[in-house]
């Protein structure tokens, strides 16, 4: 099985920065594919920012410029600088990491979530 805990989350004033981390375990032979989602109260969970293992990226529309996901495949981890956070980003954050297990295992491992609170 391959686990994910995160960490980082926390309460910070609007303007503010947080780093989130999150970092993978287990018998794992490949990651392709890391990112972080959020979802706040009574609201869908959706994406925030992706990372493949060729480095490509992707962002919600939301936090362009101010949040960067940055992975480090050696400890088999991913990150998310988040900086000007506003009130709206105020959220329990997932990571998300796939790939494979054995040649012919794949897995689609969840974090436990970080909660992040941003105040106005």
């Known amino acids: 099985q391959v686990q994910l805990v995160e960490s980082g989350g926390g309460l910070v004033q609007a303007g503010g920065s947080l780093r989130l981390s999150c970092a993978a375990s287990?018998?794992?032979?490949?990651?392709?594919?890391m990112g972080w989602y959020r979802q706040a109260p009574g609201k869908q969970r959706e994406t925030v920012a992706t990372?493949?293992?060729?480095?490509?990226?992707t962002y919600a529309d939301s936090v362009k410029a101010r949040f960067t996901i940055s992975r480090d495949s050696g400890k088999k981890s991913v990150y998310l600088q988040m900086n000007n956070l506003k009130p709206e980003d105020t959220a329990v954050y997932y990571c998300?990491?796939?790939?494979?297990?054995?040649?012919?295992?794949?897995?689609?491992?969840w974090g436990q979530g970080t909660q992040v609170t941003v105040s106005s």
């Open positions: 990372i493949t293992s060729s480095d490509t990226r």
């Open positions: 287990g018998s794992i032979v490949s990651i392709d594919f």
């Open positions: 998300n990491a796939r790939g494979r297990t054995t040649l012919l295992a794949q897995f689609n491992s």
